[in-house]
């Protein structure tokens, strides 16, 4: 039987595999040691788990994929392997679904190649869809309330030439640049089985909402990642709204909204 090494070793991207061995080893070695003990098994992002398994950070095909998104430098120093998780399992169950993939906020593509990574995605006869101004948040767009939470501009550089390098093996993914709501109508599917959310503002949050609600296929996710952080109170509160019109509630952390 293989070694975790030698199974990370060939599930890696070849072109990056350099330093990607080097990044496992600060990464992940000691994330092998904590989840065999029942104490702490993860602390990171804000997030601790006390006495509960975490061992998802040892499966090599989540390491690579965690790996591979990191790589992209999208999530700058943060280490968000919970969230990369939610949405690697999302991603499984969503390609048992009839429909597309959609992420509205992809940045460096950090996101959308981990889970692409982890369902092996080019095989699929699906749709990815990745919406971004690929050059930031639109200033116009922050509310004075969201403002006074410290929503800003962040610091995204122009990242679009990246990311189509990033993506460029990719048949079946499509990148489509500008303004949400203005770009919504480029994604030309009707049914949706998986939709992640991560634009750090509220109005185009709740513009992809309402676009996508009625091509939602049954059991589909909607994932928001923001939802949870009190700096992002002001889209929490529009998503608990859009979900209380919708009849459904939103679980943090988790399965953010499930179409019924
Ligand atoms: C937190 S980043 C996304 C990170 C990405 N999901 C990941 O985990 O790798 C937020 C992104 O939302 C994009 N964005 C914000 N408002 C937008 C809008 N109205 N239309 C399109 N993109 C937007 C920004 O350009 C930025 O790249």
Redesign the pocket.
Known sequence: MKSFKDQIRLLLPGKMKGYLLNRMKDLFSPALAIVARDSISYYEDGLLLEGKNAEFLANPLFVSSYLA?ES?G??NNDVIRWRIHILCWAARHAVHLAGDFV??????????LAVTNYVDFGKLDKKFYL????????DE?ISDEERSYGIDLYK?EDCYELVKVVFQEYQNIEIIR???PD?LRYVDTQKVCYL?I????AA?EIAAGEFFWDRLVGGALVLL?DYGFSKHYVQKRAWDRFAAQHDVEVLTRLLQLQRG
């Not at 992420?103 to 959308?112: D, F, L, Q, T, W």
């Not at 919406?131 to 639109?138: E, K, P, Q, R, S």
């Open positions: 998104g992209t999208s999530w992420e509205c906020g992809v940045n460096k593509g950090g996101s959308a919406l971004d101004t690929y050059d930031g948040i639109v767009d995204y500008g303004r949400v770009t992640h991560d634009m750090n503002n185009p990642d």
